[in-house]
């Protein structure tokens, strides 16, 4: 089978993985003294986007799409009929390094159907690790999940190598567990999560009173969880979430909008759409809780156990709450200003910095980024609320309800204004100071013969 | 008056430098490619030597990161920055730090917008540069951004390709960074002789494209959102086609 084939298969069986970050870790690469190629940016970055809307940053492919277990839910269970390839290592590292190489790619995410044994199959990944790493020296980005039921000692082997280790979740309760995914025990995947959570730590503690210690997963841990192919509600999904943010350390938890491959009697039917809004507003509530000190409990509780589909879970966490805005823009604390609807937190950062400062108007506002549309009900300024008078709950809640913004955000990736990555640090930039290079003035320089340097 | 510089940084780092000196009397800064004006002009000469000094008195005087918001924002091209930049600067003097945050003022605003235009291009060309194979050994990325980034982008390429010789064009203004193992990257004029487009037989694209194609999901389909972070003016240079997948709605 030629690789062109192989891609194929096995680039489509891995698109319905979420995550696509490639950040978390920040690596130069080292140079000549170095050897090897490559290097990792602290803030992510995209390659590409395809017609999805998604940002490509890995190469994300699976090692192999045959499979031992029969998960209902995924396209490569054995027991579907589908076509099947494998990569060796020596094609993989060909690949990566290629695109890399071209600027394609950050690094490569590699997963993996189940051959033989959790254990074989992991012992395939690290034997692709190990080429890339140590054969060719190679510092870009490496995400590799973990297969369920693996040994801890291979699941130290590939966190040594790679940046970004995960395990993912699928389903957030064990009863949609054992239903769908009959092969996985719930241990396969809870015991990798708590291993790698422990080797972080110790890896950390370590490093407090040692120079040198090798690394484990340095850009954390993630997971992925499947919405919509089982009866379970955005309560369990979030509170899941939660636990595995706070208990855990995960740096990410991705949702994935459940997209029916195959037909099963316990999966929605084939003709159901994926519930990309639910996926959406899940996306809004994480961000709310990584980002904005919300707990699970205020934005999903027994009684509402679904978030709201009409409007954004913060905005509906204010029209709840009322009696607490609104807020004035000149005393009120980071984390007040975080819970009002329409202001992010670049926006937040920015007005703190500017009230120090100097006094703030209206008009200011929105050149600090706040969305004043939105903000309007919720805020003071200079002692008047921004809108014209207080209209009734609901018709605020008309007024804010973002039918557009399941079409114009992707849903894995949210908009700018709500991304938490601080400025980033760029190269420094004065041109004849810091910079190695001999930057600035367009000199004339002769160019004659450098178009062919070898 | 206004003092008139060459457009270079280092004419308008002089021509802030003589502001600076002279005080109120300078109301703004013009370049010698403006057009023409019955306002009173006085010509500045450009210092080779100013940009070390400047950089550091404004440093120390006004902000630590006030010299890079400049150099971003003159980066940016954006139209009739100077005297805003000038203000800006008058403004860090006299606050005894960088005015960045106060975004109230007119002239803090239009200049901190330019930087993070600027910074926001760079970060988008760091992902979609691509480099295709011109030779055994070369290989060779064009762009035409708005704002010149190539500045910018140096750094980043030279440590991570590091032993693979480059160049990338920027086919808008004109200019190239140039960079070979065990030497630093430059920044060099890009004469017309050099800006013909590259004929690439590189067997890595044909499965680049593909990969792309395959990785979409038909059923999430989502031109809007590709198009917002991916510009169709910015799909010249792509290796891969955007926006070619099937459409499951057009069947
Ligand atoms: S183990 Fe993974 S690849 Fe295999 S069927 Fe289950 S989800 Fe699919």
Redesign the interface.
Known sequence: MD??TK??IL??AA??DASCASSGTER??G??AGGG???T?A?G?????????????L??VLLTNHCEYDCAYCMNRRSNDTPRAAFTPEELAM?TI??Y????IEGLFLSSGVVRTPDHTMDLMVRTLRLLRETHGFQGYIHVKVIPGASSESVEALGRLADRVSVNVELPSQGSLRVLAPDKPVEGISRPIRYIRDRREETRDALRVLRSVPRFAPAGQSTQMIVGASPDRDLQVLRLAQGLYRQYRLKRVYYS?Y?PVVSHPNLPALST??P?LREHRLYQADFLMRFYSFDARELVDPRQPDLPVDVDPKCDWALRHLDEFPVAVERADRETLLRVPGIGTISVR?IL??R??????PE?LA??GVVVRRARFFLTCGGRLLADRLPDPEAIRRTLADVRGR????PWQMRLEDLPIPE?A????????G???????????P?QG????? | MYLMHDGSFEGLMTAIAVALREGDRVEGLLRADDPPTLLPVEPVRTRPDILDRMGDYLARRAGPETPEVLYHAYLSLWPDLDTPMLRYVRLGLSMGRDPGPLRQNPDVLRVKQAQRKLLGEMHLFLGILRFRQAGPSLFVADCEPDGRILPLLGDHFADRLWDQPFVIRDLRHGEAVLYRPGADWRLVALPDEKRAPLESADPMEALWRRYFEVLAIPERRNPLVQRTHLPKKRWRHLVERPGAGPDPNQQ
């Open positions: 690789l062109m891609l194929s680039g489509e698109r319905y130069r690469s140079g000549p190629i490559g290097s940016a803030a970055i995209c390659h590409s986007w395809t017609d999805d809307g998604r940002c490509i940053s190469l994300k690949l290629g695109f190489r071209r600027n394609y909008a997209i759409a994926p990309l920015r910095e500017a120090r400062l100097g006094p703030i108007r200011d050149k600090m079409d114009l955000l992707s980033p760029w190269p420094s930039a004065w041109p004849g100071g910079g190695r290079g001999e930057a600035l003035a367009v000199a004339d320089v160019v450098v178009f062919r340097c070898t």
